[in-house]
């Protein structure tokens, strides 16, 4: 078990590039997050999986950001046409559904700079 | 709608002293509460949880955390803080995990400060 894994670390892009961001869940956890933190502030939710299924999407900051887990394992958070504003740490959680069990593992996250 | 409040931005502790953080939430049913930590540069690292039973809870790094529903509190505390708790501290409620799109609410964050 090596823990939840994101790549890249950090992603400095221009503004109006796309970016997207990955991350590998602790390997048995079927369910899987993305929130966005910005500087000040704690985690903010963005979407969420249940195996490939995204069961919950109304979060996603505009319709510029999109995420996928086409296998139900690893997942892709995409921001299109970045904005300055988008800048922040983009983290991923996993957690397996046990019970009422909803502890949730991070990974260190992705830093983005727009500039 | 669900929210965690974290009144204090910042707190400062002495090296040895006791420390209380503290958290309020609102939220309809029976919360599950967290308490996670975050080091510079890392991402956040669960210290503690309550989803049931026992409302005082301990957790690792020597912390526990207890669950007053009249108050709607789960404060964080530790006897002695050392110098490598100095870090920042969020406060998180979850749904149900019976429900679709269980997710965090977190709270703005404390951070802690250690002085010598």
């Known amino acids: 078990d090596t823990g939840v894994s994101q790549n890249p670390r950090h992603k400095i892009t221009k503004r109006g590039q796309n970016v997207t961001f990955r991350c590998d869940p602790i390997?048995?956890?079927?369910?899987l997050y993305w929130y966005r933190q910005t500087l000040g502030q704690g985690p903010e939710f963005l979407t969420y999986?249940?195996?490939?299924?995204?069961?919950?999407k109304s979060r996603l900051l505009s319709d510029r950001f999109s995420a996928e887990r086409p296998k139900g394992s690893f997942s892709t958070l995409e921001i299109q046409r970045t904005e300055q504003g988008d800048s922040a740490m983009y983290l991923c959680a996993s957690s397996k559904r046990t019970g009422e069990n909803t502890e949730a593992f991070f990974g260190q996250g992705t830093r983005l700079t727009v500039v | 709608a669900q929210s965690v409040t974290q009144p204090d931005i910042h707190i400062t502790v002495s090296e040895g002293a006791s420390l209380e953080l503290r958290c309020n939430y609102s939220?309809?049913?029976?919360?599950?509460l967290f308490w996670y930590v975050q080091s510079p540069g890392q991402g956040l690292q669960l210290l503690l949880k309550y989803f049931s039973g026992d409302t005082l809870v301990q957790g690792i790094k020597g912390f526990e955390a207890e669950f007053k529903r009249s108050q709607s509190s789960f404060n964080l505390r530790k006897p002695s803080v050392h110098w490598s708790d100095a870090a920042e501290y969020f406060c998180a409620v979850g749904a149900s995990a019976n429900q679709a799109g269980t997710a965090l609410i977190f709270g703005k964050g404390t951070t802690l400060s250690v002085s010598s």
């Open positions: 999986f249940q195996n490939e299924a995204q069961l919950e």
């Open positions: 390997s048995e956890h079927n369910r």
């Open positions: 939220y309809g049913a029976t919360p599950y």
